[in-house]
């Protein structure tokens, strides 16, 4: 599987759109998104690694994705609808953000066919990156997960926590412990 296909949004804007971005810097474990906020912001990551994740009735987290540089993150159903979020976005390590507020991207969008063609193929994007994972883990079992994501982006594996790797690809960390001691 493909980075785009595994990240998410690998889309390099035109540089015009992205000047409309503010700047972020986020610490390592920084919290941009609690789950009960609603999400007001969409990220370009240009440095780092960011997370979003949900944390079930037993307390368990839920990696949904993990973003590395020149991609797009935010919590897509609370942005879009303009609704509180389940989802939590963290900061894995210390990351460089560009950032831009959901009103101003809607005024834009609005205003002009480049951000309009611009926000459509995000929307594209997120939702072939949702249906891919969806596939994956209701046809693919663990070692194929792991395979697929191996062969498609072995920088996430090096550079993401076991704990957060697991949870990503929907099973136990003793799981991925041991499938990548077979590799």
């Not at 973003?67 to 993150?73: E, R, S, Y």
């Amino acid at each position: 599987m493909s980075h785009k296909q595994h990240l998410g949004l690998e889309m390099r804007p035109p540089h015009e759109i992205l000047k409309r971005f503010y700047s972020l810097s986020a610490a390592k474990n920084v919290v941009l998104l609690r789950s009960g906020d609603q999400c007001d912001k969409l990220y370009y990551l240009l440095s780092g690694c960011v997370r979003t994740y949900f944390i079930d009735e037993q307390g368990v987290e839920k990696t949904s994705s993990v973003t590395l540089p020149n991609n797009f993150v935010t919590a897509w159903s609370s942005f879009v609808a303009q609704s509180v979020s389940l989802e939590f976005i963290e900061a894995l390590e210390n990351s460089e953000l560009l950032v831009i507020d959901y009103q101003e991207l809607h005024r834009l969008k609005e205003s002009d066919n480049q951000w309009r063609e611009f926000y459509l193929k995000l929307l594209e994007a997120a939702v072939l990156t949702q249906s891919r994972k969806i596939e994956a883990l209701m046809t693919l079992n663990a070692q194929q997960r792991y395979s697929k994501l191996l062969n498609g982006n072995p920088k996430l594996i090096q550079n993401v926590s076991n704990r957060v790797l697991a949870s990503f690809l929907d099973m136990r960390e003793e799981t991925l412990s041991r499938l990548k001691s077979r590799k």
